[in-house]
């Protein structure tokens, strides 16, 4: 029996994401999650909150409390996003990298599982025999070919560098926005000093309280 | 001599402000990500298994159907019963090697596991929304304190949710078996080429 999905958000409402909307829509799921051939480029454009919603929230709150939250989007904007909308960007580019690889591998493993099929049934035919050998030999060289191309610049560690290094840079985005600390105990341009400061350290891949990339 | 500022406590309306777009854009659109990746994972994962056990179900039809018509048409076999059985060995030769790439391709995309964390993660949420700041909460030094357990609480989820996710991505362990006997193979013809500089993974 096929379950019906529950509404996707407790509001109804999609994630904020940098992908395209309605990317790849009407395919099966696992298909969806595929890695594609040819990348996107980078949206310099990107925001965390969209300009309209932020505006329709503002609009219904205190004119001075709007205005100073309107100076911290501008602040954080030439401070923390565009760091942000590049680590993101190159996350997402390292992690379809290293699945274009990864399921590379899974087809020419799936080639030379059948070529080993046919060689144990075809035992009796020499020139058949060869023919498969040859392919098992190439399937081999075309794996080494790609796994010495991926071993320069691994995409797996520099997906994850960059994801641990986005995600914590989008933490950062609201512990400003929200005056949390360590931003409750400045003001004024000591406070816009802190955040470029935390946010430069975190770009690489320094957090403040953790050990260099290790943390989340 | 010049001093620094004492910072002024916010005041309540910048709180509400504030409390307002965190809570609309971190907590709840955090919220929607998580409920989205659960349900698509789930969906895929279900979809792959499906196939799985499809190609696994065709495979053992056509090794049986195999040996049902090589019984009733025993040794005199007209043309197309050996059509039909060799469509069929061609069939149970190829569906298992597919069948074996859906198994590998659930270990690469991990869905499984990254449904754990992130139904968890929606859990731990719930505890952070619920710690939300009261409106009608009389002093601001309480409101404040309210919204901060509240920001900090969802902001420490995110982080628990990244650190675990760092744990589950790993390559499967049949692909690197599978690249290092291919890589083997390879040897006697791609010799005194050694890895590249700077190569520390074959697997990426």
Redesign the interface.
Known sequence: MRLKLPNLSPSGAQPVSQEKKGFRQGWPVWLRQMPRLSFPPLNENFQLIDPAALEEVLSQADTAAAERIRRDMRHMDGELLRLFRRLDYEAKAQQNRYRVYQITYLLLAALATLIGSIMALATDNADLLAVLAFGETLVALLTTYLATISGREPPLPLWMQNRRRAEHMRREYFRYLCNLEPYDTVQGYEREMLLSKRAADINRGFFPGVKPDEGA | MAT??T??A??R??????????N???M??????Y??AV??H????R??NQIRALLSLATGLSAAMIGLIAQLAGDERSTVEAIIIGVL?VFA??L???G??FT??AD??QWDKLIQIYDAALENLEVADAQSPHPEIPQDLIYRAS??AF??G??SV??????QW?QA?R??A??EK??QE??K??DP??RG?G??????????
């Open positions: 620094t500022p910072p002024q916010p005041g309306q910048d709180m509400l402000a504030r409390y307002e777009l965190f609309r854009f971190a709840q659109d955090q919220k929607a990500y409920v989205t349900a698509n789930r969906k895929a994962s979809q792959v060995t030769v190829i298992p090697a597919i074996a790439l590998s391709l690469l995309f919204l901060r920001a900090e969802t902001l995110m982080s628990d949710e990244t650190a760092g991505i390559t499967p049949q692909i599978f690249l291919e890589q193979k390879a013809y791609s080429f890895p590249a500089p700077g190569e520390d993974e074959g697997a990426g």
